[in-house]
C-alpha cells in the first residue's frame, strides 16, 4: 500500500504545532514505513528530512510565498476578496494537474478542501478518504450567519463564501470515506448530507493531539489570577461572549482576561466599540506556551470548532480549560476533574464557571494536573498509527 497525503499548509519540523507540523510528523512516519508515495503541501522548510522526489510543493518560491501570503493576510481584514478561497482554489488545479497514473493506492487528506484533486484521484483508482478537522462548512455558515445577525454585523466573512461552502461539499460528496474525531463533528456532516456509512467515526475522541515538547507543564508562579483566550480571533470562537462574561464578573475578582492572537474586521468592531474592565488585547504571538504556562485557566468559548488545538496546548501546559460544548474536544473533558464544559450560548454560566474558578485556585490547580494527565496520552508523534488505523478500517469497509 502506497499513500499520498495533501496537507494545505507549509510543512516542517519546527513549525510550531497545527496542521504542517502533523502533517510532516505522519509523512515522516509513513517514509520510515515505506508506506509514503508523495506529501503534497503548500510549501515545505529547508530543513525536512524527507526525499525531494516524495515531496510535492505549491508554492515553490519565497516571493510566491510572500504573495500568496499577503493575500489570506489581506483576506482576514477584508473577506470580500476571497484571498482564502482562491488559494485553495489553486491548490486544487496545481495538484490535481500533478498527479500521475499508478502514483498511489490512497489520498488522504486532513481537509476536505481539493474537489478537482480528488476527483482526479478517483480516476486513476485512488480511495479516498477526508478528515473532518473542521465542522460542515453549511454547520458553520449557519451558526456564523445567524451570530452576525444578531450582533448587527454586515458584509462578508470567510465562514459565509458560499462558493468555498460548495467547494467543500462538492469534495466531501466524491470522497470514499469521511474520517471523524469524534461523534460531535460526524454528526454535523450527517445533518448536512454526508452518507452515514461514508463516516469513519473514530470510538471516543482521537484528534491529531499536541507537540509535548514544544508545550509542556511549568509551574504557575502568577499571583494575579489570569483568564487566557488564545486563537485567530472571530465570531466563530465566541469571545465576543467570554468579553460579555467577563464584564459581569470583573468587578468580584482580582484579575484580567487577556486575549491573545490576532482580530478579524468582525472581532476588531466589536472590541474597538466599547471599553472592556479588566481586559487586555496583545495581539500576535510566536511564542503561545509562555501564556498558557502563566495563565489560572484557558478559555474557549467557540461557538463552532472542530478542536480547538489550542485547548489541548493549554492541557499540556498544565493549565486546565473551560470550554463551550459547541468545541469538538469537550467530548474529552470530564467536567469539574480536567476542565470545565458549559452550554456554548450561555454566557452567565460561563461567567459563574470563571467566578469558580477564581474562588476555588487550589481545586483549580489540581484540575490542571489532572488536565497535563490526560493530554500526555495525545503526543502528537502518534498520531500516524491512527492515520493508518483509519486506512485499514475503511479497506476492510470495501472488502465486506
Same mark, same amino acid.
Given at each position: 500500500?502506497?499513500?499520498? =497525503?495533501?496537507i494545505?499548509?507549509?510543512?516542517?519540523?519546527?513549525?510550531?504545532?497545527?496542521?504542517?507540523?502533523?502533517?510532516?510528523?505522519?509523512?515522516? /512516519?509513513?517514509?520510515?514505513?515505506?508506506?509514503?508515495?508523495?506529501?503534497?503541501?503548500?510549501?515545505?522548510?529547508?530543513?525536512?528530512e524527507?526525499?525531494?522526489?516524495?515531496?510535492v510543493?505549491?508554492?515553490?518560491?519565497?516571493?510566491?510565498?510572500?504573495?500568496?501570503?499577503?493575500?489570506?493576510?489581506?483576506?482576514?481584514?477584508?473577506?470580500? *476578496?476571497?484571498?482564502?478561497?482562491?488559494?485553495?482554489?489553486?491548490? /486544487?488545479?496545481?495538484?490535481?494537474?500533478?498527479?500521475?497514473?499508478?502514483?498511489?493506492?490512497?489520498?488522504?487528506?486532513?481537509?476536505? *478542501?481539493?474537489?478537482?484533486?480528488?476527483?482526479?484521484?478517483?480516476?486513476?483508482?485512488?480511495?479516498?478518504?477526508?478528515?473532518?478537522?473542521?465542522?460542515?462548512?453549511?454547520?458553520?455558515? &449557519?451558526?456564523?450567519?445567524?451570530?452576525r445577525?444578531r450582533l448587527?454585523?454586515k458584509? $462578508?466573512?470567510g465562514?459565509?463564501?458560499?462558493?468555498?461552502?460548495?467547494?467543500?461539499?462538492s469534495?466531501?460528496?466524491?470522497?470514499?470515506y469521511?474520517?471523524?474525531?469524534?461523534?460531535?463533528?460526524s454528526?454535523?456532516?450527517?445533518?448536512?448530507?454526508?452518507?452515514?456509512?461514508?463516516?469513519?467515526?473514530?470510538?471516543?475522541?482521537?484528534?491529531?493531539g499536541? &507537540?509535548?515538547?514544544?508545550?509542556?507543564?511549568?509551574?504557575?508562579?502568577?499571583?494575579k489570577?489570569?483568564?487566557?483566550?488564545?486563537?485567530?480571533m472571530?465570531? *466563530?470562537?465566541?469571545?465576543?461572549?467570554?468579553?460579555?462574561?467577563?464584564?459581569?464578573?470583573?468587578d468580584?475578582?482580582?484579575?484580567?482576561?487577556?486575549?491573545?492572537?490576532?482580530? &478579524?474586521?468582525?472581532?476588531?468592531?466589536?472590541?474597538?466599540?466599547?471599553?472592556?474592565?479588566?481586559?487586555?488585547?496583545?495581539?500576535?504571538?510566536?511564542?503561545?506556551?509562555?501564556?498558557?504556562?502563566?495563565?489560572?485557566i484557558?478559555?474557549?468559548?467557540?461557538?463552532?470548532? $472542530?478542536g480547538p488545538?489550542?485547548? =489541548?496546548e493549554?492541557?499540556?501546559?498544565?493549565?486546565m480549560?473551560?470550554?463551550?460544548?459547541?468545541?469538538?474536544?469537550?467530548?474529552?473533558?470530564?467536567?469539574?476533574?480536567?476542565?470545565?464544559?458549559?452550554?456554548?450560548?450561555?454566557?452567565?454560566?460561563?461567567?459563574?464557571?470563571? =467566578?469558580?474558578?477564581?474562588?476555588?485556585?487550589?481545586?483549580?490547580?489540581?484540575?490542571?494536573? $489532572?488536565?497535563?494527565?490526560?493530554?500526555?496520552?495525545? /503526543?502528537v508523534?502518534?498520531?500516524?498509527?491512527?492515520?493508518? $488505523?483509519? *486506512?485499514?478500517?475503511?479497506?476492510?469497509m470495501?472488502?465486506?
Amino acid at each position: 500500500m502506497k499513500i499520498i =497525503l495533501l496537507i494545505n499548509n507549509m510543512i516542517g519540523p519546527n513549525i510550531k504545532g497545527g496542521p504542517g507540523y502533523e502533517g510532516y510528523e505522519i509523512a515522516l /512516519d509513513l517514509i520510515n514505513k515505506d508506506l509514503l508515495r508523495a506529501v503534497y503541501c503548500y510549501s515545505s522548510a529547508s530543513d525536512i528530512e524527507l526525499p525531494k522526489e516524495r515531496v510535492v510543493v505549491f508554492c515553490k518560491s519565497r516571493i510566491l510565498r510572500f504573495l500568496l501570503n499577503s493575500l489570506q493576510k489581506l483576506h482576514k481584514r477584508f473577506p470580500q *476578496i476571497r484571498g482564502r478561497r482562491r488559494v485553495e482554489q489553486w491548490m /486544487d488545479g496545481y495538484f490535481a494537474h500533478k498527479l500521475i497514473g499508478k502514483e498511489g493506492d490512497v489520498l488522504y487528506c486532513p481537509k476536505p *478542501i481539493y474537489p478537482r484533486t480528488i476527483v482526479r484521484a478517483k480516476s486513476l483508482g485512488m480511495m479516498v478518504i477526508e478528515e473532518t478537522s473542521v465542522l460542515h462548512p453549511r454547520f458553520n455558515y &449557519d451558526i456564523v450567519s445567524k451570530e452576525r445577525e444578531r450582533l448587527g454585523l454586515k458584509g $462578508a466573512t470567510g465562514y459565509t463564501d458560499e462558493i468555498r461552502v460548495k467547494n467543500i461539499e462538492s469534495a466531501l460528496s466524491f470522497a470514499d470515506y469521511v474520517s471523524s474525531w469524534g461523534r460531535f463533528l460526524s454528526d454535523s456532516y450527517v445533518k448536512y448530507g454526508v452518507p452515514e456509512h461514508k463516516i469513519l467515526d473514530d470510538e471516543g475522541f482521537s484528534p491529531p493531539g499536541v &507537540d509535548m515538547s514544544k508545550f509542556s507543564k511549568a509551574s504557575h508562579n502568577n499571583d494575579k489570577f489570569t483568564v487566557l483566550h488564545l486563537s485567530s480571533m472571530g465570531v *466563530i470562537k465566541g469571545v465576543h461572549l467570554l468579553l460579555e462574561a467577563w464584564q459581569s464578573i470583573c468587578d468580584e475578582v482580582d484579575g484580567e482576561l487577556l486575549l491573545v492572537g490576532p482580530m &478579524d474586521r468582525d472581532m476588531l468592531s466589536i472590541y474597538r466599540g466599547s471599553t472592556w474592565r479588566k481586559t487586555r488585547w496583545l495581539g500576535e504571538t510566536k511564542d503561545p506556551a509562555k501564556y498558557y504556562q502563566a495563565a489560572s485557566i484557558f478559555v474557549s468559548p467557540s461557538i463552532s470548532d $472542530a478542536g480547538p488545538r489550542t485547548v =489541548l496546548e493549554s492541557m499540556a501546559c498544565g493549565t486546565m480549560p473551560v470550554i463551550s460544548s459547541h468545541c469538538g474536544v469537550s467530548r474529552f473533558i470530564e467536567s469539574k476533574v480536567n476542565g470545565i464544559v458549559y452550554d456554548y450560548d450561555n454566557v452567565a454560566s460561563l461567567a459563574g464557571h470563571m =467566578l469558580w474558578c477564581y474562588q476555588n485556585k487550589d481545586k483549580v490547580k489540581l484540575m490542571g494536573d $489532572a488536565a497535563y494527565a490526560a493530554v500526555s496520552k495525545l /503526543d502528537v508523534s502518534c498520531y500516524s498509527d491512527t492515520v493508518l $488505523a483509519r *486506512i485499514k478500517r475503511a479497506q476492510k469497509m470495501v472488502v465486506a
